[in-house]
């Protein structure tokens, strides 16, 4: 059964920092295409990053771009978002879904609220 658990959120103020655990298990987690999405109040899906199996350059949006960092511990079967700079336009729920767009596979997320 693939389960993806999400850790790490909370509140932070303004020019903080987080880092976001994924906890995988239940398909090779090596072989996949990981993201990071977020949803804000009342607003739709947003892809923050995508990691890639082949080991190419991560894909951040423009509006993370050069404060998030995306990286994989293959062997703790764990993804993580480093989070640095937070803004309050951050605030969200964010979810590791397994895939780049046509994700399968959704933890339960974990809210980020910047504020101060």
């Known amino acids: 059964e693939v389960q993806l658990v999400e850790s790490g959120g909370g509140l932070v103020q303004p020019g903080g920092s987080l880092r976001l655990s994924c906890a995988a298990s239940?398909?090779?987690?090596?072989?996949?295409?990981m993201s990071w999405v977020r949803q804000a109040p009342g607003k739709g899906l947003e892809w923050g990053s995508v990691?890639?199996?082949?080991?190419?350059?991560?894909y951040y949006a423009d509006s993370v771009k050069g404060r998030f960092t995306v990286s994989k511990d293959i062997a703790g079967h764990l993804l993580h978002l480093q989070m640095n700079s937070l803004k309050t336009e951050d605030t969200a729920g964010y979810y590791c879904?397994?895939?780049?767009?046509?994700?399968?596979?959704w933890g339960q997320g974990t809210q980020v609220t910047v504020s101060s």
């Open positions: 879904p397994r895939g780049r767009r046509q994700c399968d596979y």
């Open positions: 239940g398909f090779t987690f090596s072989t996949y295409d």
């Open positions: 990691i890639f199996s082949d080991g190419g350059t991560p």
